[in-house]
C-alpha cells in the first residue's frame, strides 16, 4: 500500500492544516496569503532538505511565468506570520542563490489518535503494575484488559515487590485506574469533537461573501477586473431568495493582498466564502477560486481557469454554477436565468462597465465624473448595454445628490439613463431601484416610485439599497413601522455598514421613537467616531428630547467632520435656535447670506434657520425656493420633526398639497401610527 503524505503538521505551538488551508497558532487563525501558505506547505514538506527556487515555482506558480522575487515576498510573508526576524530564522533558513529551508521540529498530526491510544495502553500497563504493587486482590484484576492481566500476573510471579509504607493499596490502585481514565477521556472528546465537526458539515450553508479577487502577481494588478469580478458574481447570487449574499459596498473593503479570508468571513458573520484571484496577460485571463466554509476552513470547492478574456463569462457562469450546486440551492426558472445572464456579449464593454463601477464606489464629485466616461465609452461599443445605461442613472443622480450639478439638471439625465436600462433589459433590479429614488427625490410621483421599489424587492430581494431607499419612502409616506421593518431588512443582508446601520436610526427618528433613534446612532458612532451623518442624527434626537447642549456639541462635531459645509453650518445655527441661543444661530444665519452671494447655499438649509428661531414668515419664503429647486427633503414635509412649528398653517397645508403627499397615498391606510 503507497505511504500517504501527512496533511497536518505540528510545530512547536504551530498547526498546519493543508486540507483545510489554515495556519493555527494556539488554535487560532494566523493569516497567510495563499501563495504564501502553498510555500509553506512545500517547505514543511521537505522539511530539512533544500529546496530549490526552481522547485518552488514548480509548486507554487504551476504553468505561470513569475518573477524571483515573488519568492522573497512570500518567506517575508510566512516569517511575519511566525514571528521571526530574517536575521535570526528559527523556521525558515536562507540558502542563497539556491533556494530555502525548513528547520523547525516539526511531527505529522494525522495519527494523533494512534498515539494517544499507545499512550492510554503503555499508562494502563504502569497502573496495573502499581495496583499489583499495592495487593489489587483477584476481583479487581479480573475487571481489567485481559492482556495487562496476563502481563501483571507474570510478572508477579517472577518478581514480587514489597508494598510501600505508608500508603494503602486502594489509594495507589485508585490513582493507577484513574491513569487509565485519563487518556481514555482524551480519546473520547477527540472522538466526539470530530463527530461534531462531520454533523457541522452537514448542516445547510445559507449565506456568502464573495471577497474582491487578488492579483497573481502584485506587481500587475487590476483593482477595476478584480472588484468588478466579485460584484458580477454579487449580482447573480444575489437572484437567489435561498441565499443571503453580502453586498459590494459590505466586502469591497477586504481587497488587501493580506487579507484572510476566513478572517472577513467571521467579521462578515457568513458562513461560507467566496475567494479567488486573477490576473489579465494579453488576451488571456488566469482565474483561481475556491469556496470555503468559515467554520472549520474547510474546502468545498476549487477549481483553476486558463481562458481567453473572451471566455471570462462562462468563466463566470461555472463559477455561479458550482456554487449554487455545493450549497444546494433550489432555485426556479427566473432565478436559473439570472444566475448565468450576461448582460452584454462583447468583453471590452464589459471592461469598461467595471471601470465605470470602480470610479463610481469612490463616492467622490471626480469619481461620479469618470465613471460617467467609462459607462459612455461602454454604451459606445454596445449600445444595448443595460447595465451601463443603470451605472449612468446612479453617477448622474449621486452627483445632484451631493450639490455638485442642479437637480434640474441631473436628475433629468438619471431619469432618462434609468428608463433606457428598462427599456432595454425590465428585469434589471438596480435600474428600476436608481429610476424609483429619482422619481421619489425630485418627480414626487408618490405610486410610480412605489411601484419601481416593489419590482425591485421582486427581482432581487437580497438587494440591500432597495430595501434602504424603499424605507425611507415608507416613511415619507406616513408608514413608519414597514419603514422600521425595512431598514432592518438592508441592514441583515448587509449588517457591517455604516450606511444601514444610520438608516435604521432614521426610521425610528422619522417615527418619533426617540430613545431608539439614539440607540442606533450611538452603535454607529462606536462602528466609526468620524462618520458624520450619526452625528447629524444623534443631535436631532436630543433636540426632540429637549437636550439642547448634547445636540449643539454633536452639530459642531459634525460641522468639523464636514470641513465646515454650509449645510452643517445651518444645521448648528438651527440647534443654536432651539437652545435659545438667538446671537450664535443669527451670526452663522449672517455668514450663510453672505457666503451665497458667491456659493451655493440650499435655500432649505435656511429655511431651517428660520424655523428654529421661529421665523415662520421667512421659513415660507425659503421653503418656496426650495419647492422650485425641488429639493428631496420636501418629500419628508409629512414626517419630519423640523416641521412641526408650520403645521397648523394654511400654507404648510398648501405645499403639502403641491408636493402631492395630499390626500393619503397608496398604502397611508396600512400605517399603525401617524408620524405627523
Known amino acids: 500500500m503507497p505511504e500517504q503524505t501527512p496533511q497536518i503538521y505540528g510545530f512547536d505551538n504551530f498547526r498546519l492544516d493543508v486540507p483545510n488551508r489554515q495556519l493555527l497558532r494556539d488554535g487560532e487563525s494566523v493569516p497567510l496569503p495563499a501563495k504564501a501558505f502553498d510555500m509553506l506547505v512545500v517547505l514543511v514538506e521537505n522539511g530539512g532538505r533544500l529546496v530549490g527556487k526552481d522547485e518552488l515555482f514548480s509548486r507554487v506558480w504551476p504553468d505561470q511565468i513569475v518573477e524571483e522575487s515573488n519568492l522573497t515576498v512570500q518567506v517575508s510573508a510566512i516569517r511575519k506570520a511566525l514571528g521571526e526576524r530574517k536575521e535570526k530564522p528559527h523556521y525558515i533558513t536562507t540558502v542563497p542563490g539556491h533556494g530555502y529551508r525548513f528547520t523547525g521540529n516539526f511531527i505529522s498530526l ?23 504493587s499495592a495487593g489489587a486482590d483477584e476481583s479487581i484484576l479480573k475487571n481489567l484488559p485481559e492482556p495487562e492481566v496476563a502481563h501483571l500476573t507474570s510478572r508477579s510471579e517472577v518478581e514480587p515487590t514489597q508494598r510501600p509504607r505508608g500508603i494503602g493499596w486502594r489509594t495507589l490502585l485508585f490513582a493507577g485506574l484513574a491513569m487509565i481514565a485519563i487518556p481514555l477521556g482524551v480519546i473520547l472528546v477527540l472522538k466526539l469533537w470530530r463527530s461534531s465537526e462531520k454533523s457541522a458539515s452537514a448542516s445547510p450553508i445559507r449565506s456568502i461573501a464573495v471577497l474582491p479577487f487578488k492579483p497573481l502577481v502584485a506587481s500587475s494588478r487590476d483593482e477595476s477586473l478584480e472588484l468588478g469580478m466579485a460584484e458580477t458574481l454579487i449580482t447573480r447570487l444575489s437572484s437567489l431568495r435561498e441565499i443571503n449574499v453580502r453586498p459590494t459596498t459590505a466586502v469591497r473593503k477586504y481587497n488587501s493582498l493580506e487579507q484572510d479570508a476566513m478572517a472577513a468571513g467571521r467579521e462578515l458573520h457568513v458562513e461560507s466564502v467566496l475567494d479567488g484571484s486573477l490576473q489579465q496577460v494579453g488576451d488571456r485571463l488566469r482565474v483561481s477560486v475556491r469556496l470555503v466554509r468559515v467554520s472549520d476552513g474547510q474546502t468545498l470547492w476549487a477549481e483553476r481557469f486558463d481562458e481567453s478574456f473572451t471566455d471570462i463569462f462562462a468563466v463566470q ?95 433629468p439625465k438619471a431619469r432618462a439613463a434609468a428608463t433606457k436600462a428598462l427599456e432595454l433589459d425590465d428585469q434589471l433590479a438596480e435600474a428600476h431601484t436608481s429610476l424609483a429614488a429619482i422619481i421619489m427625490d425630485y418627480y414626487w410621483d408618490w405610486p410610480e416610485a412605489d411601484r419601481h421599489f416593489k419590482r425591485a424587492l421582486g427581482l432581487n430581494p437580497n438587494y440591500s439599497t432597495a430595501h434602504r431607499l424603499y424605507s425611507q419612502y415608507l416613511s415619507l409616506m406616513g408608514r413608519p413601522d414597514e419603514a422600521i421593518a425595512e431598514a432592518k431588512r438592508a441592514l441583515d443582508i448587509d449588517p457591517l455598514s455604516l450606511g444601514e446601520n444610520h438608516n435604521v436610526g432614521l426610521a425610528f427618528y422619522r417615527a418619533r421613537q426617540y430613545d431608539e433613534t439614539i440607540k442606533c446612532a450611538r452603535k454607529t458612532i462606536e462602528m466609526d467616531p468620524n462618520f458624520m451623518p450619526a452625528h447629524i442624527l444623534l ?70 434657520v428660520h ?23 420636501l418629500g419628508y414635509l409629512k414626517v419630519e420633526p423640523l416641521f412641526d412649528p408650520l403645521r397648523s398653517d394654511p400654507r404648510f397645508a398648501d405645499l403639502v398639497q403641491r408636493v402631492g403627499l395630499s390626500p393619503k397615498q397608496p398604502g397611508d391606510e396600512s400605517s399603525s401610527a401617524s408620524s405627523s
Open 611 to 633: 424655523i428654529g428661531l421661529g421665523e415662520n414668515d421667512k421659513a415660507f419664503i425659503w421653503l418656496e425656493r426650495s419647492y422650485q429647486d425641488r429639493m428631496w427633503m
Open 317 to 411: 457562469d461555472r463559477v455561479s454554477e458550482q456554487v449554487t450546486r455545493v450549497l444546494a440551492v433550489r432555485f426556479g426558472d427566473q432565478e436559473q436565468s439570472q444566475l448565468t445572464k450576461r448582460y452584454t456579449q462583447k468583453p471590452e464593454a464589459y471592461q469598461l462597465y467595471l471601470r465605470g463601477r470602480y470610479f463610481w464606489a469612490k463616492m467622490t464629485a471626480d469619481g461620479f465624473r469618470k465613471s460617467i466616461e467609462y459607462y459612455n465609452q461602454a454604451i459606445k461599443l454596445d449600445p444595448a448595454f443595460a447595465l451601463a445605461y443603470a451605472g449612468l442613472a446612479d453617477s448622474y443622480n449621486f452627483l445632484g445628490s451631493f450639490g455638485e450639478i442642479p437637480l434640474r439638471e441631473s436628475h
Open 110 to 132: 494525522d495519527e494523533e489518535e494512534e498515539e494517544l491510544v499507545v499512550e492510554h495502553h503503555s499508562m494502563s500497563r504502569l497502573a496495573l503494575e502499581t495496583a499489583s
Open 539 to 608: 443631535g436631532l434626537a436630543f433636540l426632540e428630547q429637549d437636550r439642547s447642549e448634547q445636540a449643539i456639541a454633536e452639530f459642531q462635531t459634525g460641522r468639523e467632520l464636514s470641513g465646515n459645509s454650509t449645510h452643517l453650518r445651518a444645521m448648528l445655527a438651527y440647534s443654536y435656535a432651539r437652545a435659545g441661543h438667538e446671537r450664535e444661530a443669527r451670526k452663522i444665519l449672517d455668514e450663510l447670506i453672505r457666503f451665497s452671494a458667491d456659493h451655493y447655499v440650499s435655500a432649505f438649509d435656511l429655511a431651517g
